[in-house]
């Protein structure tokens, strides 16, 4: 009898086991809908700047393209865009929310990812730590990190801005990936980020009407029923 339960255990075991591994596999990935999207899908793109470059950017932000201007991005999985600008911005600084992007816009940001070569993880050429990364006083560091199906993996881009160079001239940045360019000025645009930066010196009106009450048609009912 004592033999018999252990065979069973055995072969109980041994159908079980599998159908716990592939389980245990299967865990790391997130689900793909019919569109390409993964549910844990992130985009992460910062710029950071050395020093000197920064006052300089900072003395005429519009005359420097706004890939090369500090910021940062994050587009969640759900459609939340947090966006900010700042030379004191860093990799684990969390913005604020921008806007929410719909769905079509996720997906073709995605596709976008991907002709760039930039949407899988072999794209990947950094590995370390992204807080211990230092610009020098004349660098740009341009840090793309992305999440997908289960995967995250980083794409650093540096190079160096002379400080004798003119940000009129397009040579400036011909030492510039241009597929990481692309890809900055679009997380740039979504965030509703331009080259020309909005004139912090122009007041904008305040808005103070909100539309019609939606409430007045029962208030109105109410004081003619009183006064009957």
Sequence with gaps: MALSLRRISTIILALVFPILASAGCSSTSSRVDSDGLAEDSVIDATVIVGESLGVRIERDPGA????????????????????????????DDRPGMTRSLYRAQLVELWKEMDVL????????????NLELLEPGDDEVIQILHLQRDGRDWTIVRRFEIPEDASPGDASTFDVEDPRMRSAMRR??????????????????PERYDFGPDPWSRYREDGSSKESS
């Design 117 to 128: 070569d930039f949407g899988s993880p072999s794209a990947g050429n950094y590995s370390g």
């Design 187 to 204: 997380m740039a645009a979504l965030a509703w980020a331009w080259d020309v930066p909005p004139d912090d010196s122009i007041r904008f």
């Design 64 to 91: 420097w393209p706004v890939q090369l201007r500090p910021a940062r991005a994050i587009v969640l999985p759900d459609g939340v865009l947090r966006a900010d600008v700042g030379a004191n911005l860093g990799v």
